[in-house]
């Protein structure tokens, strides 16, 4: 059973545009949620994360959405570039001994 | 400082073979972690160490298998014999001693070890 959903599967973006990545959860235990950004032949690397007693957190131009009542938080792209093309992940802490659960990725291009 | 190495990068063998794939992961890192990535679905738990111990290893799929980590410094994890749904990347990731800090928080990781079983 997955913990973490995550859509879209794939996103086009024209450059300059807005996008916008969804995940959903379940288990209210969860105490950390982080997005993690990765390049092809690289690993996940982490981009941004917030803590469910917060609504909104923004680094740049990337900025998580967190609705607790619905279990909803999403990543949104500013301005969106080509060298933002990446696969991004969402996850979730559970609250015992930092176990992760990732989403299924969303494979972002942002056309020129 | 250097990150998360795995080796080796990707591995090609027949069902029925035995695959052995390494992690060193940042040194004083106490918490080590594998995950599991089968071609677009989720990056899947494995198992965790704090430094030498199994901390959780539910993840892992069954007895073929096996992690260790000697000494609490590098991992490995060896599929005996390899099935063909054993085919994916497997992450190593890394993390410091939880504590005060939120460092703990932040996985360090590794840039993959994809495995096809043909």
């Known amino acids: 059973q997955q913990q973490v959903k995550q859509s879209p599967q794939s996103l086009i973006v024209q450059k300059g545009g807005i996008s916008i990545i969804n995940c959903a959860y379940e288990?209210?235990?969860?105490?950390?949620f982080p997005w993690y950004q990765q390049f092809p032949g690289k690993g996940p690397a982490l981009l941004i994360a917030?803590?469910?007693?917060?609504s909104e957190k923004k680094e740049g131009r990337f900025t998580i959405s967190f609705n607790k009542s619905a279990k909803q938080f999403s990543l949104h792209i500013m301005d969106s570039q080509p060298g933002d093309s990446a696969t991004y992940f969402c996850?979730?802490?559970?609250?015992?001994?930092?176990?992760?659960?990732f989403g299924s990725g969303t494979k972002l291009n942002v056309k020129p | 400082e250097a990150g998360v190495t795995q080796f080796p990068s990707h591995s090609v063998i027949e069902k029925g073979q035995t695959v052995t794939l390494r992690c060193d992961p940042i040194?004083?890192?106490?918490?080590l972690y594998w995950y599991r990535r089968v071609m677009g679905k989720e990056i899947k738990f494995l198992l965790h160490?704090?430094?030498?111990?199994?901390?959780?290893e539910s993840g892992m799929p069954n007895n073929r298998f096996l992690a260790e980590r000697t000494g609490g410094t590098y991992s490995t994890l060896k599929v005996q014999p390899a099935e063909l749904e054993d085919s994916g990347v497997y992450f190593c990731?890394?993390?410091?001693?939880?504590?005060?800090?939120?460092?703990?928080?932040?996985?360090?990781f590794g840039a993959g070890s994809r495995l096809t079983v043909l």
């Open positions: 040194s004083g890192h106490d918490n």
């Open positions: 996850a979730a802490r559970g609250n015992n001994f930092n176990k992760f659960y």
């Open positions: 990731a890394s993390s410091p001693r939880q504590g005060i800090g939120s460092g703990a928080n932040v996985l360090t």
């Open positions: 288990n209210t235990a969860f105490d950390y």
């Open positions: 917030i803590r469910p007693d917060v």
């Open positions: 160490f704090v430094k030498e111990s199994k901390q959780d």
